[in-house]
C-alpha cells in the first residue's frame, strides 16, 4: 500500500484545514488508517484512528473535539478535519495504516502497530 497525504499549509490560529491520505496497491484489504505528527524537537505523536468501518474513531486528547478522522472507502481515502487549530498543533503531518487490523485495537495510537507511512505534510500555525 502507497500513501500520499496532502492538504497541509500556513493557517491562522482559530482557522480549519483538512488534511487527505490516498491510499493506492492493496486497498482492496480492510484497514485501519491512523494520523500521527511530529513537531520540531519532538517525538512522533498519534493523533487521530478510523476503524475500516469508519465506526469506530480514537483521538488523542490534545485534538478532541477539534479535529475529526473520517473515510471514504470508495475512494481509498481517508481525512482529518482540523478545526480551532492552535499554534501547539504546528508539525509535520503523517497518515498510516494498518493492513493486519481493521478495527481499533489497544495499540491504536502506538506507530510501531502500522505497517504502512506517507509522506508527511506540514502544517503551521501562525499565532
Known amino acids: 500500500v502507497q500513501l500520499q497525504a496532502f492538504g497541509g499549509g500556513l493557517v491562522q490560529a482559530g482557522g480549519p484545514l483538512r488534511l487527505s491520505c490516498a491510499a493506492s496497491?492493496?486497498?482492496?484489504?480492510?484497514?485501519?488508517m491512523g494520523w500521527f505528527r511530529q513537531a520540531p524537537g519532538k517525538e512522533r505523536e498519534f493523533v487521530a484512528a478510523?476503524?475500516?468501518?469508519?465506526?469506530?474513531?480514537y483521538y488523542a486528547d490534545s485534538v478532541k473535539g477539534r479535529f475529526t478522522i473520517s473515510r471514504d472507502n470508495a475512494k481509498n481515502t481517508d481525512y482529518l478535519q482540523m478545526n480551532s487549530l492552535k499554534p501547539e498543533d504546528t508539525a509535520v503531518y503523517y497518515c498510516?495504516?494498518?493492513?493486519?487490523?481493521?478495527?481499533?485495537?489497544?495499540?491504536?495510537?502506538?506507530?510501531?502497530?502500522?505497517?504502512?507511512w506517507g509522506q508527511g505534510t506540514l502544517v503551521t500555525v501562525s499565532s
Open positions: 498510516a495504516a494498518d493492513l493486519d487490523s481493521y478495527e481499533l485495537g489497544p495499540y491504536k495510537d502506538v506507530p510501531q502497530k502500522y505497517d504502512y
Open positions: 496497491g492493496r486497498t482492496f484489504t480492510q484497514y485501519i
Open positions: 478510523i476503524s475500516w468501518s469508519g465506526f469506530s474513531t
